[in-house]
């Protein structure tokens, strides 16, 4: 895998051609990562709206609409906490709190705003919605849809594990009958009963039976290439979700890519390289969904288990960006922001010929802007500060020193482009 990810290299013109539905597919998979050890309630939840829609008669663009709803539902959690009790409990104090934020990040961008509702609802029982003549009656449904397949596999979360699944859905599908009129619409409830009659309806959500079904969707779906702009939109909604994550890294991803640009463009990179690193860099921390909350927020030093968890989250975010087509380049870009120089970075130990220019910019970017933001626990650095640590690491080869010259070279500019929320309007 290091040798393989180590050739990926830059186009002649940084054009780049992807398909947006892919895109937001594969970064579906950053999502499930909340779930530290089970990773893929999101899947599971799409698998069975899209078949619950199918016995309600739904024509397959509606069906497939629930399966992508599904997938995003849980786009406003970050916190591990947060999913803990959405996994653990059918209902809890501060349910709707993610319900809230997710569909304002999904009201943000044009191609989800449709599903930003259905979310902003997708906690709320029946009874509750049917009071509230605001809400329009097909979004209901949406919602409630997800609330009760959502509600299912929290249901079914313990035995998925132990093989024992098929034992216990006679309990479940009464649970949720026991719920029909109150938490789920009657109508809802039925098309459920009817498609978990199967066992099919139970397997598919195992591992295999997850990846037939994806596969399966991946064919049916009609290809939508995504402009620049768009996919800088989009990876700026997703780096929202990682800086939400943790009071330690607010803010965070924004500020890396803000001076990864603001770098780039100061060596002279074409504008096209220049965006699809902005790209990169507001990405480059996905994979930090897995890691559990009590890591990231602890300030003081990590036991050795605590350090491997982090050292794994770079590579979780190649896992998730590699499998799309177009961002080869943007994965790796991505992956590196802690490989070193001399090799002894991680997840990879690339050596610095193994590095490309945009790669070396991220990895400067990652540490200028993490000293120079306010931290809960201490004060950003001031200007000489960052640049007098950055340039022990540069003498250490752990970062490029001729990316830091740049850097050095306007140590203003670089501070306002790493810490945009405090740049002048």
């Known amino acids: 895998m290091p040798a393989a990810a180590a050739t990926c290299s830059a186009s002649a013109d940084g054009s780049i051609h992807v398909d947006l539905r892919e895109v937001i597919h594969a970064l579906s998979d950053a999502l499930d990562l909340v779930g530290i050890d089970d990773v893929a309630h999101g899947k599971r939840v799409g698998i069975m709206a899209f078949h619950c829609a199918g016995v309600l008669g739904q024509p397959r663009q509606q069906a497939g609409f629930m399966f992508d709803l599904g997938l995003l539902h849980d786009i406003g959690v970050s916190s591990t906490r947060t999913h803990q009790h959405l996994v653990s409990e059918f209902d809890w104090v501060g349910s709707q709190q993610h319900c809230i934020s997710g569909a304002k990040l999904l009201a943000s961008f044009a191609p989800l705003a449709a599903m930003a509702l259905p979310v902003r609802y997708h906690h709320t029982q029946w009874d509750r919605l049917q009071a509230m003549q605001e809400v329009p009656q097909h979004i209901a449904e949406q919602a409630n849809l997800i609330y009760l397949v959502d509600r299912v596999d929290a249901l079914a979360a313990p035995y998925y594990q132990g093989g024992e699944l098929l034992m216990h859905t006679a309990a479940i599908r009464q649970q949720i009958a026991q719920r029909r009129g109150v938490h789920f619409a009657p109508h809802l409830v039925d098309a459920f009963l009817s498609a978990a009659q199967a066992e099919a309806f139970w397997l598919q959500l195992e591992p295999r039976g997850i990846a037939g079904v994806l596969q399966d969707m991946c064919a049916l779906r009609q290809p939508c290439t995504a402009s620049t702009g768009q996919l800088k939109q989009l990876a700026t909604l ?174 203003a500019g670089a501070m306002a482009a790493a810490l945009p929320e405090l740049s002048p309007q």
């Open 238 to 411: 997703f780096s929202c979700i990682v800086d939400a994550k943790s009071p330690f890294t607010a803010r965070h991803s924004l500020g890396v890519a803000g001076l990864s640009r603001w770098l780039a463009e100061k060596m002279g990179l074409p504008t096209a390289r220049c965006e699809q690193l902005e790209i990169a860099a507001l990405l480059h921390d996905l994979g930090k969904l897995r890691v559990p909350d009590e890591i990231l927020d602890k300030p003081g030093g990590l036991d050795p288990h605590e350090r491997s968890l982090i050292n794994a989250h770079s590579f979780e975010t190649y896992q998730i960006l590699r499998h799309i087509h177009g961002f080869e380049e943007i994965a790796c870009w991505a992956a590196y922001h802690h490989e070193e120089p001399d090799g002894n970075g991680y997840p990879f130990h690339l050596q610095a010929a193994s590095m490309s220019v945009e790669a070396r910019i991220l990895r400067v970017a990652d540490i200028f802007q993490a000293l120079a933001q306010d931290r809960p626990y201490r004060a950003g650095l001031s200007a000489a500060e960052v640049l007098a640590t950055l340039q022990r690491f540069a003498d250490q080869q752990r970062i490029d020193p001729a990316v830091l010259a740049l850097a050095a070279s306007d140590m």
